[in-house]
């Protein structure tokens, strides 16, 4: 059962790849033992194609950095001694220029950080100034709710007395 389904498999997945390549020419259906054997051990064959060559100079690969805006690949030629100074000037430059935008940059950053630290600074000054008005307020509203108990203190022992004072005369008068 093991072998059948392994060669069902391997002999979908041999037919999926003939099927997907249009120019590839079909494979002759291998056999059961062979068809397990792929899906086991090796890789089922492939064809390759054979690689074109540029047409000036028939036995050379190009390297395949060297390709022109066509598509098509140059000729790998030695850079002369003027050509490597232009290069290396203009490395110099770009690298110069990168410099100079990561000085402004710098230099950017460095004064948003410092207006920032000001700003910071002023804030944490008006913060302070803030929690003294609310401590001042905070002792403030004690030292006036004090002085309302005492003031209500005051007004009832006042009435005491006259509560007290009415009720004595009431009861003398009684006698």
Known sequence: MRVVVSSLLGLSLICSTAWAV???????????????????????????????LPANK??????????D????PQEAKPLTAEQI?????????????????????????EKANLDALSQNQE???????????????QSERSAQMFL???????????LGFLVASYVYTKRRRQW
């Open 58 to 67: 028939p036995g050379t690969v190009p390297a395949a950095g060297n390709v």
């Open 123 to 137: 804030l944490q000054l008006k913060n302070d100034s803030l929690g003294v008005q609310v401590q001042v307020l």
């Open 85 to 109: 100074a232009k290069n290396k000037a203009l490395q110099d430059a770009k690298v110069k220029a990168l410099v100079k935008d990561q000085a402004t940059r710098l230099q950017q950053l």
């Open 22 to 52: 249009e120019t590839a020419p079909v494979a002759p259906a291998p056999t059961v033992a062979t068809a397990a054997q792929a899906t086991t051990a090796t890789p089922p064959p492939q064809t390759q194609k054979p690689q074109t």
């Open 148 to 158: 309302y108990g005492a003031a209500t203190i005051a007004v009832g022992v006042l």
């Open 69 to 72: 805006a066509n598509g098509l």
